[in-house]
């Protein structure tokens, strides 16, 4: 591993996520909601692994592999979340948020933006490390080879979720009903299990050389994220109330998928 490339990528990393995340509030402000962050979520991954295949000095095919794989996701999840979020209020999340600890612009910027922002440069370490790291040699092919099929897994556990999902939604005959078909019949939260995967696929590819290996921490971040924390534990305390939630739970996996009961 190149260590001034590794810190040239590190730095430019942070820096262009602070740049979106700070064009992001001003959209923001000026369209009156703060969900917008989400809809850049995936877009500012793409970024970092464009920083690392510009600028890394590492295999080119990894950084082009990696580069390639973050593109399709992060950009079929921006643009889904834009076509979602469109012409819609604010986020209840967010909302609560700051009727806690206030709207002032620190208050916004601090808690929304730059915690996305941080949360972003950490769990894109495997990208940004892999990309200062060597060519792959022996063993480390299988890792690739799993981490790319761990990858598609995951896409398309999250592009089909979705998709199936917004189908349902837009049928009336649906209104009032939960979503208990195709993917969401085999694990409440399709999507979530699919951004799981999509982050230990890349990070198999990256630890396909050293010192990839040493980022598991970072897919272990984003699991709990994804499982624990902002994801598919706070969807479940919003979902509890609703009529016939409590037997969807009781015949379907939480997360990892399952034939349904």
């Excluded at 922002?117 to 040699?137: E, K, N």
């Excluded at 022996?138 to 979720?161: H, K, N, S, T």
């Excluded at 990839?212 to 534990?233: C, N, V």
Aim: charged residues 15%; hydrophobic residues 50%; proline residues 6%.
């Amino acid at each position: 591993m190149n260590w001034p490339a590794e810190l040239r990528i590190w730095l430019l990393s942070a820096a262009v996520l602070i740049l979106l995340q700070a064009v992001t509030y001003l959209i923001g402000r000026r369209i009156g909601r703060y969900n917008v962050v989400d809809v850049i979520w995936g877009p500012g991954f793409v970024l970092v692994a464009a920083v690392g295949l510009a600028f890394g000095d590492g295999a080119p095919w990894r950084r082009t592999v990696l580069f390639a794989l973050v593109a399709i996701w992060g950009t079929r999840l921006g643009w889904h979340l834009a076509r979602r979020t469109a012409g819609h209020g604010e986020d209840p999340r967010y909302d609560a948020l700051l009727d806690r600890h206030g709207r002032s612009a620190p208050t916004v910027i601090t808690r929304i933006f730059l915690t996305q922002a941080v949360a972003q440069w950490v769990i894109s370490l495997p990208i940004q490390v892999s990309a200062a790291a060597g060519d792959t040699r022996g063993p480390g092919w299988v890792l690739v080879a799993a981490g790319v099929l761990v990858w598609a897994i995951g896409v398309c556990f999250e592009a089909l979720g979705d998709r199936q999902l917004a189908r349902f939604k837009a049928d009336p005959a649906h209104r009032g009903r939960i979503m208990d078909e195709g993917l969401w019949a085999w694990t409440r939260h399709p999507n979530y299990f699919g951004d799981f995967c999509v982050w230990w696929g890349l990070w198999l590819i990256a630890a396909s050389a050293w010192p990839g290996l040493l980022t598991g921490f970072a897919p272990m971040i984003m699991s709990y994220l994804l499982i624990r924390g902002t994801g598919a534990r706070m969807l479940e305390r919003a979902m509890r109330d609703r009529p016939g939630y409590a037997d969807y739970q009781a015949r379907t996996a939480y997360f990892f998928p399952r034939p349904p009961r």
